[in-house]
């Protein structure tokens, strides 16, 4: 009689290591698509934080975010049992649509201002969406729902205008990126609507007095070190002291002792992975405008000194401190000078009234800045018309452009020329207005005191196109008169270095 031997049952294969390999390989493909995708953004960007623009919040935001990420995956919050695999598809395709759409259009729109814009970003953002909805799924994606909202915060509009309205560039920008941190630290701890509370009250105290011991005790550090150092602070002590609380009653601070590591939700990604192969080489190949400082012609003798010296033939009625340097950088100069002619010239005015020109000159070591804070954003030119820029050749070789500036409310069309120079140190930009309202008293261009006026423009171009705000027939009347004014200026300014 045969006896039947039982055979043991081989224990369940460990399937940790499966899903981390997957997870990485995944993320790997999402990184490296989005590299060939937004290459040229990457780079753009690359170049503005080498620049020590107030890009430089990017690289904080992006710990923030990841520190976010780590509070969520640490919960036990399984998703249910629920896969469409179809609809993740057709969702993340529509995502991906939406991320080309705004590479390919609306940074055509907005190419006068893309520095200060960047809608570039939101495209990044919206791609990254929908790779990990085509690659772990919705559920899995839509588990990380607060973490992509803050996620926006790498559009850096509103973190402009945020510190431009707060004042001081230093204190603001610090104040600016510590609303993200406790934002991110409330999302990381949030278990529970107390917790997220609890969380973003400790979060916000930790930041505001790291941020007021380092502003006593090291008034000069640089902006970076005000932007990262109280954030992460504060999330670091905020994420520890809830681990802790949180995992105390387990008896241990392993992450997941709880339970095991559950298997990918999206197990066939392979259709996902064309989709986003096929559109990342689409959108890798829409240009984007190339970004690089432009400090302009390099006299190591040219004088730094404001206000400019005047020029022969005119006198200056007027010279006054500008409130650049939130846009420029505390270190920053700059000043608004009002010139009228000795006597006035028939071939400027038939009547041969004296012509009033106003410069504005502004000296700094970002030169960079000069270009992300377009003239529609520093000046209140709200419903104005601007020309496309055309080049002028002035004195010593410097080159230039002259542009024209319609004001349909107030039926005055403003010619302004511009230049950049430097001294191998500093930039130097130098603007000169003039007015085809010849009399005494005519307005000029005043700079926007509040820096919320610029989204009403940037609204009209999004809403209505580039057609609303460009001069298509300019009319460059004042162009001898400024060009003369220009070349008197720049031989005035580096007389005075002779001089001294």
Not at 77 to 91: C, F, G, K, N, S
Not at 136 to 146: D, H, K, V
Not at 353 to 367: E, G, H, I, K, N
Not at 439 to 446: C, S
Request: one cysteine or more.
């Amino acid at each position: 009689m045969a006896v039947a031997v039982e055979t043991p049952e081989a224990p369940p294969r460990d399937h940790t290591r499966g899903v981390v390999a997957r997870i990485v390989l995944r993320w790997a493909a999402i990184g490296l698509l989005t590299a060939v995708a937004y290459h040229q953004t990457i780079a753009a960007v690359a170049v503005e934080i080498a620049s020590k623009t107030l890009l430089e919040y990017l690289p904080v935001a992006l710990l923030l975010l990841l520190g976010a990420t780590v509070g969520v995956s640490l919960r036990n919050d399984d998703e249910l049992p629920i896969y469409d695999r179809q609809t993740d598809v057709i969702v993340g395709g529509v995502l991906l649509v939406l991320a080309g759409s705004l590479q390919a259009m609306l940074n055509a729109r907005y190419s006068a201002v893309y520095l200060a814009v960047h809608i570039d970003l939101v495209s990044l953002w919206l791609f990254t969406l929908s790779a990990c909805v085509l690659l772990f799924g919705i559920r899995p994606t839509a588990r990380y729902r607060w973490v992509w909202l803050l996620g926006l915060s790498v559009f850096p509009m509103p973190f402009r205008v945020l510190v431009l309205a707060f004042g001081v560039e230093r204190y603001s920008a610090g104040i600016a990126v510590l609303i993200l941190a406790v934002g991110c630290s409330a999302v990381a701890v949030g278990r529970s609507r107390r917790h997220a509370a609890v969380g973003a009250t400790m979060a916000a105290t930790t930041g505001i007095a790291t941020l007021a011991v380092i502003t006593v005790f090291t008034p000069e550090l640089a902006r970076f070190g005000y932007m990262a150092i109280p954030s992460v602070a504060a999330m670091l002590t905020t994420g520890t002291v809830m681990y802790v609380d949180q995992r105390r009653d387990a008896g241990s601070l392993r992450p997941y002792p709880h339970r095991p590591v559950n298997r990918l939700t999206a197990a066939n990604v392979w259709t996902g992975v064309v989709m986003l192969a096929v559109g990342s080489a689409a959108i890798a190949l829409v240009p984007v405008p190339h970004v690089r400082p432009h400090p302009g012609t390099t006299f190591k003798e040219l004088s730094m000194r404001l206000p400019l010296a005047v020029p022969a033939g005119w006198r200056q009625v007027s010279a006054h401190p500008l409130d650049f340097d939130r846009f420029y950088g505390r270190h920053a100069e700059s000043v608004r000078q009002t010139l009228v002619q000795t006597q006035g010239d028939v071939r400027y005015d038939k009547s041969a009234l004296p012509r009033t020109v106003v410069l504005d000159a502004v000296v700094t070591d970002r030169p960079l800045t000069l270009d992300i804070y377009h003239p529609s954003i520093v000046y209140d030119t709200i419903g104005d018309r601007t020309s496309e820029a055309r080049a002028v050749t002035l004195s010593h070789g410097i080159s230039g452009t002259i542009e024209t500036v319609v004001d349909d409310k107030r039926v005055l069309t403003f010619n302004r020329l511009s230049w950049r120079w430097n001294d191998a140190v500093s930039t130097m930009q130098v603007t000169i207005f003039s007015v085809d309202n010849h009399l005494p008293g005519a307005p000029f261009p005043q700079p926007a005191h509040n820096p919320l006026r610029v989204i009403n423009p940037l609204l009209t171009i999004l809403l209505r196109g580039n057609a609303v705000t460009t001069d298509e027939t300019p009319s460059f009347k004042d162009e001898n008169l400024l060009t003369s004014v220009a070349d008197g200026l720049i031989d005035a300014q580096l007389a005075r270095h002779e001089a001294a």
